[in-house]
């Protein structure tokens, strides 16, 4: 009820680090922001395609993986896990955790968007890292929707082809290292991230969360620094907290010494005539 009446209101969207609700943005711009950033990503599929055939798996088998994941970072775990010999057990676990940060953005974009029922199953498909940057971004739900369609459209077209013509071509291409394909996805993400963090706070979490994150990599299964770095978050605003409660009660203090320092005042009469006063006998 409450996302139906805000939709009918002006479908605003909101959220810190977000622009001026009151500022409209041209379709076309939307679309040419999410177009940017869906061939930029999407191009990063070839690194994809030829690192998926270097680690044995089939072309069949690759494409499958773009088609039904669909998830950048979980793709290159699974596979990099794989190509360095590991369990193929142990490669899917690390995978999934690397995938489970989608579903905190699902939470996020089903009050953004507020999609039909009908459509939500599809749209889920679409829920990344890129897709949710770009929706994010964008100053009213009109503009989210269409930047998050474009971005997710653009991109899973052309990380399947790209994919494909990876896994296919794997031997001509070489090593994807030179290319610096693999970093196009994280460096494309970093970007849109960066204009959001505009409080001290926000720069503090996303800070946090690289060193723990960062810290925890040599340590830890693939995708589990991912998901322990999030605790950045609770972890600033718990300090951001004890700070403000500290900084509350010494201005109390203070007003309370003074208050009661008024209110243990004598009479002003106490101290002698005061203006207005009808002098005593043999004051004069």
């Not at 290292?177 to 001290?200: K, Y």
């Not at 926000?202 to 800070?207: F, Q, T």
């Amino acid at each position: 009820m409450a996302e139906q009446t805000a939709f009918a209101a002006g479908t605003r969207a909101e959220g810190p680090g977000r622009p001026d609700p009151g500022e409209e943005k041209p379709d076309r711009a939307v679309v040419r922001d999410a177009l940017g950033v869906g061939i930029a990503v999407g191009l990063s599929g070839f690194a994809f395609g030829v690192t998926s055939a270097g680690s044995g798996l089939t072309v069949l088998q690759t494409c499958a993986l773009s088609l039904l994941v669909f998830t950048g970072a979980s793709q290159f775990a699974l596979v990099g896990a794989l190509a360095a010999g590991g369990n193929p057990f142990t490669a899917a676990a690390g995978a999934f955790f690397l995938g489970v940060r989608n579903a905190f953005y699902g939470l996020r974009l089903s009050q953004l968007l507020a999609l039909p029922r009908a459509v939500r199953p599809f749209a889920a498909q679409w829920v990344i890292d890129e897709t949710t940057a770009v929706a994010l971004a964008q100053p009213t739900r009109r503009a989210a929707r269409i930047g998050f369609t474009v971005t997710g459209l653009s991109l899973y077209l052309l990380w399947n082809l790209t994919t494909l013509l990876g896994a296919l071509g794997a031997e001509a291409i070489g090593d994807t290292d030179a290319w610096g394909l693999d970093a196009a996805g994280p460096a494309v993400f970093l970007a849109l991230l960066a204009p959001m963090l505009t409080s001290t706070t926000e720069r503090a979490v996303a800070g946090l969360a690289v060193v723990l994150g960062l810290a925890l990599l040599p340590v830890l299964p693939a995708g589990v620094p991912v998901l322990l770095a999030a605790l950045a978050a609770p972890a600033v605003l718990w300090v951001r907290g004890r700070r403000g409660a500290s900084e509350v009660p010494a201005r109390g203090g203070g007003g309370a010494s003074e208050g009661s320092a008024r209110d243990g005042e004598e009479p002003r009469g106490g101290d002698g005539p005061q203006e207005g006063d009808e002098p005593r006998k043999g004051e004069r």
